[in-house]
């Protein structure tokens, strides 16, 4: 598994400048973006989901350009190979995630380590949110392809919103007041980092565990 890490990390270095070019503007919009002592999650939300799909790419490169077919041929077990893109999804989100709190560290000049709920631990919630995003994503790779990948990518987020919106719409009419805003606003506020950390975890415990043994069905099915 060290050898398909290795590729994968040169495969990744081959696009460094561009990742570089994306670190740099998001480090220039998040400077010019500090307003009234606010610290925006912006910035970290995109860097991580970034960085998360770096690893993505490399299922996508595999395919496009013949590399699973020819990996197979070589003694490499198809559960590493599986293994391997996990763990590489996980190291960049990880990566992503520790880039945009030292970038934020020195923008708001540590103030994200304050408060109540501090940025570092709103940011990791960000970030498990990424990882329980691309095992989802990693599996449909192997089975549809990239471009299934994307439209089924398009459809979540659809689905959020018009999930968010038929549910708004609903209270609408059932409580025309509007008094369910506040009611919305006070099940918020009782939630703590901590709970919500704690359910993620639970999910992406489950959602892993499934996602992965999706993923080794799929390429021990697979035909080369």
């Known amino acids: 598994m060290k050898g398909l890490l290795r590729k994968d990390l040169a495969l990744v270095a081959v696009n460094a400048k561009t990742y570089l070019v994306v670190l740099f503007f998001v480090a220039v919009w998040m400077f010019t973006t500090v307003k009234g002592g606010e610290i925006s999650y912006f910035g970290s939300i995109y860097m991580i989901v970034v960085f998360g799909f770096v690893g993505l790419g490399t299922i996508t490169s595999d395919e496009q350009n013949g590399a699973l077919g020819f990996l197979m041929t070589l003694p490499v077990k198809r559960s590493d190979y599986v293994k391997e893109k996990y763990l590489l999804c996980i190291m960049y989100i990880v990566c992503g995630w520790a880039l945009s709190v030292i970038l934020s560290a020195v923008i708001y000049r540590g103030r994200i380590f304050a408060g109540d709920e501090p940025f570092v631990i709103i940011s990791i919630l960000y970030m498990l949110?990424?990882?329980?995003l691309v095992f989802l994503m990693i599996p449909i790779n192997f089975r549809f392809g990239p471009e299934v990948a994307r439209i089924v990518l398009f459809g979540v987020f659809a689905a959020i919103v018009l999930g968010v919106v038929a549910g708004l719409?609903?209270?609408?009419?059932?409580?025309?007041?509007?008094?369910?805003?506040?009611?919305?606003?006070?099940?918020?506020?009782?939630?703590?980092?901590?709970?919500?950390?704690?359910v993620f975890l639970a999910v992406l415990a489950v959602e892993g565990?499934?996602?992965?043994?999706?993923?080794?069905?799929v390429i021990k099915r697979k035909e080369f």
Not at 129 to 132: D, N
Not at 178 to 194: L, P, Q, R
Not at 209 to 217: E, I, T
């Open 209 to 217: 565990a499934l996602s992965y043994l999706y993923s080794l069905r």
């Open 169 to 198: 719409y609903l209270l609408e009419k059932l409580i025309p007041d509007h008094s369910y805003f506040d009611k919305i606003a006070e099940m918020i506020n009782a939630v703590t980092a901590g709970q919500l950390l704690i």
């Open 129 to 132: 949110a990424a990882v329980i």
